[in-house]
């Protein structure tokens, strides 16, 4: 079974010590560090040496989506602070310094953009991306492909060209002011149209925004999104 769970980020807004106190609870065995805003990364970093990550099988780390020009350098020399082992989520937007970025190698791993974003969205953009950070891995998010094309049609033209990239699947449903919420009925029907695409044990983190928020309610949209990925049928009769 894929390793699956959840982005601190999602659970808890720039918390993330209280986000895996919940997922602690839980059967989660994945799990993404969320440094989504710039302030959250130099606090994360000075963390690593008390948290408590032992639960699970693949962790990784949600870089900023948005910095200032100046903490790209800055940034880059956080990034050595983190296990060589945990991809580093990237937005392809924030990246300038190709040659440092570069040499990340494996570690680093683009993520396909929403509608907000002015590059990484399509498969043509992508592949701009990766002739400039060949060694790079891919983290498709499901919503955001959706969002760009609801059907479906660009998120194949991304898996086939990228298939062998793959090491991370993000999974919501994307609103139409690209905020990640639980997965939908219409999203489940849409996503079954790739699901057979998407390798078997390809780690997944939810972004789904959850309220109430209990432990519970966590592990009930784990257990959802779990069986939805494991059957396509099940997927479309979601959707029905």
């Given at each position: 079974?894929?390793?699956?769970?959840?982005?601190?980020?999602?659970?808890?807004?720039?918390?993330?010590?209280?986000?895996?106190?919940?997922?602690?609870?839980?059967?989660?065995?994945?799990?993404?560090?969320?440094?989504?805003?710039?302030?959250?990364?130099?606090?994360?970093?000075?963390?690593?040496?008390?948290?408590?990550?032992?639960?699970?099988?693949?962790?990784?780390?949600?870089?900023?989506?948005?910095?200032?020009?100046?903490?790209?350098?800055?940034?880059?020399?956080?990034?050595?602070?983190?296990?060589?082992?945990?991809?580093?989520?990237?937005?392809?937007?924030?990246?300038?310094?190709?040659?440092?970025?570069?040499?990340?190698?494996?570690?680093?791993?683009?993520?396909?953009?929403?509608?907000?974003?002015?590059?990484?969205?399509?498969?043509?953009?992508?592949?701009?991306?990766?002739?400039?950070?060949?060694?790079?891995?891919?983290?498709?998010?499901?919503?955001?492909?959706?969002?760009?094309?609801?059907?479906?049609?660009?998120?194949?033209?991304?898996?086939?060209?990228?298939?062998?990239?793959?090491?991370?699947?993000?999974?919501?449903?994307?609103?139409?002011?690209?905020?990640?919420?639980?997965?939908?009925?219409?999203?489940?029907?849409?996503?079954?149209?790739?699901?057979?695409?998407?390798?078997?044990?390809?780690?997944?983190?939810?972004?789904?925004?959850?309220?109430p928020l209990s432990v519970d309610v966590i592990q009930a949209e784990i257990d959802f999104t779990a069986d939805l990925l494991e059957s396509p049928i099940a997927l479309e009769l979601a959707g029905d």
């Amino acid at each position: 079974m894929r390793p699956i769970g959840f982005s601190t980020g999602a659970l808890c807004y720039s918390d993330f010590r209280q986000a895996l106190q919940f997922l602690a609870g839980t059967n989660a065995t994945a799990v993404e560090l969320s440094a989504l805003r710039q302030p959250e990364l130099e606090p994360l970093v000075a963390a690593l040496p008390d948290l408590s990550v032992q639960q699970y099988k693949h962790v990784s780390v949600h870089l900023p989506s948005s910095i200032e020009p100046a903490f790209e350098a800055i940034m880059l020399d956080l990034l050595a602070r983190f296990p060589v082992g945990w991809p580093l989520i990237t937005h392809p937007n924030i990246v300038s310094l190709w040659d440092r970025w570069r040499a990340l190698g494996g570690r680093l791993c683009i993520e396909n953009m929403d509608k907000r974003k002015p590059v990484g969205q399509t498969a043509r953009d992508l592949r701009e991306i990766f002739e400039k950070l060949p060694d790079a891995t891919f983290c498709l998010d499901l919503g955001h492909a959706h969002q760009i094309d609801p059907t479906m049609g660009e998120a194949v033209l991304i898996i086939e060209a990228f298939r062998d990239r793959l090491s991370q699947l993000h999974v919501s449903e994307v609103n139409s002011e690209s905020k990640h919420d639980p997965v939908s009925r219409e999203s489940a029907s849409a996503f079954s149209l790739v699901a057979h695409l998407i390798p078997e044990g390809l780690p997944t983190i939810l972004e789904s925004r959850l309220s109430p928020l209990s432990v519970d309610v966590i592990q009930a949209e784990i257990d959802f999104t779990a069986d939805l990925l494991e059957s396509p049928i099940a997927l479309e009769l979601a959707g029905d």
